[in-house]
């Protein structure tokens, strides 16, 4: 008679297996450690990190106050595209018309700086991206000008396309309408 385990003496045998070793192995020691530094980061990002935006404006005026500023913008901005055209000169009249716009609002909207420290120490980053964003705009009207009908170009700030860090501030202040013209003839 064959006891269990010389049974399974004789199945290891015959296919090659080896014995189940129990012990400390690498898996063993790092899984555990893995899901309890996965477990805690995940306890702290959703209930210990700070929620509040990086680009958040403490002071609670500030941000209204530029959405009123840009709204009325935004919509000449809807009512110079209503002229879009496919000759370059009335593009450029465009760009150049709507650009003045932008430089209008921007101008409008920092005359009145945050009442905060933070607030004063990002909003001028802010503007000096939507300067440049506008010297990209008539630096592509002029493009219009002279017969060159390539596409808008804008400058990019750590490869992050700087109208894109443009809208993330507008976004994180909830002033929607001051985010720039992404699409259309207009850019």
Do not use: H
């Not at 980061?41 to 959405?67: C, H, I, Q």
């Not at 017969?147 to 990019?156: H, I, L, R, V």
């Not at 976004?171 to 992404?182: A, Q």
Request: net charge negative; hydrophobic share 40%; aromatic share 8%.
């Amino acid at each position: 008679m064959v006891t269990p385990d010389e049974q399974l003496e004789t199945a290891s045998d015959r296919y090659g297996l080896e014995p189940r070793v129990k012990g400390i192995t690498p898996f063993r020691v790092l899984f555990p450690i893995g899901a309890i530094l996965f477990i805690s980061f995940w306890t702290w990002a959703l209930f210990f990190a700070s929620k509040t935006a990086v680009n958040k404006v403490d002071d609670e005026t500030w941000g209204p106050r530029a959405e009123a500023i840009c709204a009325p913008v935004k919509q000449q901005l809807r009512e110079l595209e209503l002229q879009a055209s496919s000759d370059l000169d009335v593009r450029a009249d465009l760009v150049m018309e709507s650009t003045g716009l932008l430089e209008q609002m921007i101008d409008e909207v920092t005359a009145v700086m945050p009442s905060d420290e933070k607030g004063q120490s990002i909003v001028p980053d802010w503007e000096a991206d939507y300067r440049t964003l506008i010297a990209d705009r008539y630096a592509y009207a002029e493009q219009l000008r002279a017969g060159d009908d390539g596409p808008f170009t804008e400058t990019a700030v750590n490869n992050i396309p700087i109208t894109e860090r443009i809208e993330t501030f507008a976004g994180d202040n909830d002033m929607p309408s001051c985010s720039p013209p992404r699409k259309g003839v207009l850019n």
